[in-house]
């Protein structure tokens, strides 16, 4: 299996959003989540006079240190190493997934506590560590049913969202042993903390991810509501923190900025429940052995290109997804990338390449209301065009490409629009020919070659008096 | 290991040299450091905002924190209350048996055990509701504030800024270098992840509450 699994689509979006889209359950369970955080969001969001300050100032504060990475990783490499901790370089994900179960091997560690962490889904840890005989332990309620149930995240920031509570209740008696439980959830979640207590007691290594480092002093930021974050970067002798490199900040002073973006974007707080952040080793408090693994994976791929750049500023609050209207029906499977929505359909194909997610970044109608809602101003759309035109001349190189319907067809069509004659001439074909499939000024089905424009969308019929005709007529 | 340090970097700076990005502006747009109010407004959105995220807070005069940390303990009914080893004398109650942290002694099993812990704060941000613990005087260390089930937090007014920034700069300030870790705090923990729905108290102290004093 490839390196990249985890990121890349196997079959094309549209085939994977069908299949969701017969899913009520998940509609109706995204349906609820994405209203009531939307509605969370604006409220804390409308709170702040200053939002759109804060929002030039956070996209200001991701380009200052990813206009100048490698300076920025080299200064974050001195500061935590000064503050006892250890830096480690990984190219890609068999190479951090090396660097981790090595650690832990090394210090003979048969099970590892984890809080949540989209990085190391994104390289698969939890296989690598089983692979040799570690046991992982997800400690976030939803990861801990996502991964009770043997399935993968349908939301960033709540990725066991498909599933109800009723499902739950029987994931919990099975995999848990607890017989008496109710479906009520809070009864779920203290089932949930009587299991991992007594894993946090007995954690000797944990393996978190970071929401954000500090280059000038070494200091390491995650943000959480659970408290599993808290056990795990306090309680165990041994703390592993994978980070991919674009989530540095230059400057200690940038939290001021971000942790009033991140809450509110993210779970539509003023501040979530806890943030902690910590620098190398502390001695008497939290882990005495603390390595910080720094991960490309593609990402200086993307940071290769002067516009889909800006990806990398991405913050993973989940804004995008709650305002998005394709992500809101068809659901975070469907992307079949561990970063779905609006901001995985421009990630994923740039840090996997777009000849590998040819499909993604045609997931959006590019009504722009990703682009509102982002707490560090990426503009998804223009990315998303942009990477449309990629993805079409990628398909273009060679001749099924050059020769293929699509590309004739539009080569046709600019022929025809180019030039009035032709394009009344065209007009006039096309209102006769299209009468067997007209139904209320609407065509839902063209024929052979054409069926492809409307599989996914109603085209509107030739009208019987174009406004040219109307305009002369009444000349 | 080195080998794929100098590639990284070599792959970020060939990146970078390949498609130069326009220069960032140096300043910062002019958001707010600060919102004009008289600190005791401060105190008074503190108490509010804190409260909002189901903390229970109580505030008295200066000199009341005494019976007000014996009357939150004994309605909780804490029998063996964790405390750092550095807490004002006169917070300290009587009638209740005090496992004392003088140089981690404490093992993680005593402080699961324990009906509750007792600490300061490094200060509080009014805007969020946020109590903030850097390890420093009255706190301990973070395991103190995390294992047991009960937290009861005493905050000085005087603790008290208005928005994140005053935290982020005060933090930054002398002691700083030290580095100690800081745990920001807003009200017990939480977890909406089965159906969206707010359970308060998942692993971290599943009550906070809070004596504002002055």
């Not at chain 2, 700083?176 to 308060?200: M, Q």
Request: some cysteine; aromatic content about 4%; overall charge neutral.
């Amino acid at each position: 299996m490839s390196d990249t699994a985890s990121l890349t689509p196997r079959v094309p979006f549209p085939e994977a959003a069908r299949e969701a889209l017969r899913d009520t359950q998940l509609r109706r369970n995204l349906g609820k989540a994405t209203t009531t955080i939307r509605a969370k969001r604006h409220a804390v969001v409308s709170e702040l006079p200053d939002w759109a300050e804060l929002r030039d100032a956070g996209a200001r504060i991701k380009d200052r240190a990813l206009h100048r990475l490698d300076e920025q990783l080299l200064r974050l490499e001195d500061a935590v190493t000064r503050a006892g901790g250890a830096v480690h370089w990984a190219r890609d994900a068999a190479e951090a997934n090396g660097i981790v179960t090595g650690i832990a091997q090394r210090h003979g560690v048969r099970e590892v506590v984890k809080v949540k962490s989209i990085t190391t889904e994104e390289i698969r840890l939890n296989e690598s560590l089983e692979r040799v005989g570690i046991e992982p332990v997800e400690t976030d309620l939803a990861e801990l049913i996502v991964q009770l149930a043997g399935d993968t995240p349908s939301h960033i920031l709540v990725p066991a969202i498909h599933k109800n509570r009723a499902e739950i209740r029987e994931l919990f008696r099975r995999k848990l042993g607890v017989r008496e439980l109710t479906d009520d959830p809070a009864a779920l979640a203290e089932a949930a903390r009587r299991y991992l207590r007594e894993r946090f007691l007995r954690a000797e290594m944990a393996v978190s991810g970071a929401n954000f480092a500090v280059a000038a002093t070494g200091t390491v930021c995650v943000v959480e509501s659970e408290g599993n974050g808290r056990m795990c970067l306090t309680l165990p002798r041994l703390l592993v923190t994978v980070m991919g490199i674009e989530k540095i900040i230059p400057e200690w002073a940038d939290f001021e900025v971000l942790l009033q973006l991140l809450p509110r974007s993210s779970t539509g707080e003023r501040m979530n429940p806890y943030t902690s952040l910590w620098t190398g080793v502390t001695p008497g408090d939290g882990p005495q052995e603390f390595h910080l693994v720094l991960l490309d994976n593609g990402r200086t791929r993307v940071l290769e290109d002067a516009v889909g750049r800006q990806a990398l500023r991405c913050i993973r609050c989940s804004a995008c997804l709650n305002v998005c209207p394709v992500y809101e029906r068809a659901g975070g499977h469907a992307y079949q990338s561990v970063y779905p929505g609006p901001i995985g359909a421009i990630l994923t194909p740039q840090l996997v390449g777009i000849e590998h997610a040819p499909s993604l970044p045609f997931a959006s109608s590019l009504c722009g209301a990703c682009y509102e809602a982002c707490p560090v101003k990426i503009d998804i759309p223009t990315v998303l065009v942009h990477l449309r035109g990629k993805a079409v001349r990628a398909g273009r190189s060679g001749l099924r490409g050059r020769f293929g319907g699509e590309s004739l067809g539009m080569a046709a069509l600019g022929r025809t629009f180019s030039s009035r004659a032709r394009y009344e001439r065209a007009q006039r074909v096309a209102r006769q020919a299209q009468r067997p499939l007209v139904r209320d000024g609407w065509i839902e089905r063209l024929p052979g070659a054409l069926s492809g424009w409307t599989a996914a969308r109603d085209l509107r019929a030739v009208p019987s008096q174009s406004f040219r005709d109307w305009w002369r007529k009444r000349a | 290991m080195s080998s794929a340090r100098e590639e990284v970097l070599g792959r970020v700076r060939a990146a970078l040299a390949a498609a130069p990005p326009r220069p960032v502006d140096d300043g910062m747009p002019a958001y707010r450091r600060s919102d004009g109010e008289p600190h005791e407004a401060h105190v008074a959105l503190f108490i509010e905002r804190a409260a909002d995220y189901r903390a229970e807070v109580r505030r008295v005069p200066r000199g009341a924190e005494g019976e007000a940390i014996a009357d939150a303990l004994r309605r909780r009914g804490v029998r063996r209350l964790a405390v750092p080893s550095d807490l004002p004398a006169d917070w300290l109650p009587a009638g209740v048996e005090l496992l004392v942290d003088r140089d981690g002694g404490l093992s993680h099993a005593e402080l699961d055990a324990s009906d509750g812990v007792l600490t300061g704060c490094a200060l509080a941000i009014a805007q969020t509701g946020t109590v903030v613990l850097d390890g420093g005087a009255a706190q301990g260390r973070r395991a103190l504030t995390l294992l047991p089930d009960y937290h009861l937090c005493v905050v000085d007014a005087g603790q008290i800024v208005g928005l994140v920034p005053e935290a982020i700069e005060r933090l930054a300030g002398p002691g700083a270098e030290e580095r100690r870790p800081v745990t920001f705090v807003s009200g017990p923990s939480a977890t909406s992840d089965i159906e969206l729905n707010r359970v308060e108290g998942v692993h971290g102290p599943r009550t906070l509450q809070i004596v504002v004093v002055g």
